[in-house]
């Protein structure tokens, strides 16, 4: 057996196997990592939605520029609604149906206002503002969640110039770009329950820890398979050797 596995063809295929292996297990590895991070940002990002809600602007000071420490965070904004000037925000689903999330601004006092994510309404409701979900008059207190900006992906469609009603997404400097007023550079996603219109958003689930380990477990299934094939075809060539030998 060892003799026929000494062949140029055999030694390569070894060597090949053995390289592929060693690849796929360290794919494993890494889609492990990658489980452990995502556990680690599930685990951030639970803690700041848990935490007691803080006013926005405390918020923007102490996370000094770097706005991303502040996603999920909770807070709180008062001022007044601004309906004239809301948007939609296209291709939402609430209740199995597809529709929209309309998104407020909440001017406050110092005359800089927050976009709010006030829910979703059905596709019927599609010229804003949203007469029969209308924010209430008056100066009112918002607690919610913060939420980034959202940036155009690769392949993603791109909002048209001028003055638009609906959205691809809560873009905040796009949609600054059309209000008489300054913004805040992130926005706020309303709390609430009920099934008045607007629906309110469902908080984030963050106890979904995504592919990566059932990732792991293929990628050492493949190295494995692939040594034990090997193992057993090597060893079914030398029986044939042996036999023809003798």
């Known amino acids: 057996m060892r003799s026929a596995l000494r062949q140029p063809k055999w030694v390569v295929t070894g060597i090949v196997v053995a390289l592929l292996a060693g690849l796929f297990v ?3 590895f890494w889609q492990l990592s990658r489980l452990g991070e995502r556990r680690i940002a599930n685990e951030v990002a639970s803690a700041r939605l848990s935490a007691d809600p803080v006013p926005l602007d405390e918020l923007l000071v102490e996370a000094d520029g770097d706005l991303s420490s502040l996603e999920h965070r909770r807070a709180t904004v008062t001022g007044e609604w601004d309906p004239a000037e809301e948007i939609l925000i296209r291709s939402q689903v609430a209740l199995g149906a597809a529709g929209f999330h309309v998104i407020t601004p909440l001017v406050r006092e110092d005359g800089v206002a927050v976009l709010v994510n006030r829910g979703w309404v059905p596709l019927t409701m599609d010229t804003p503002p949203i007469v029969d979900a209308a924010p209430p008059s008056g100066v ?3 607690q919610g969640w913060i939420h980034l900006t959202a940036t155009r992906p690769p392949l993603g469609a791109e909002e048209p110039d001028g003055d638009i009603d609906v959205f691809n997404r809560v873009d905040v400097d796009r949609i600054e770009s059309q209000l008489p007023y300054q913004v805040t550079p992130v926005y706020l996603v309303m709390a609430g329950e ?3 219109l607007p629906i ?3 908080a984030p689930d963050f106890d979904d820890e995504g592919p990566h380990l059932a990732y792991a477990i293929q990628w050492f299934g493949f190295a494995a398979v692939g ?3 090997f193992y057993f075809l090597a060893r079914r060539k030398g029986g044939e050797v042996s036999s023809n030998s003798s």
Do not use: A, E, T
């Open 194 to 196: 009920g099934d008045q």
């Open 200 to 202: 309110p958003v469902d």
């Open 26 to 28: 360290r794919l494993g």
């Open 227 to 229: 040594l034990v094939g």
């Open 140 to 142: 009112s207190q918002v």
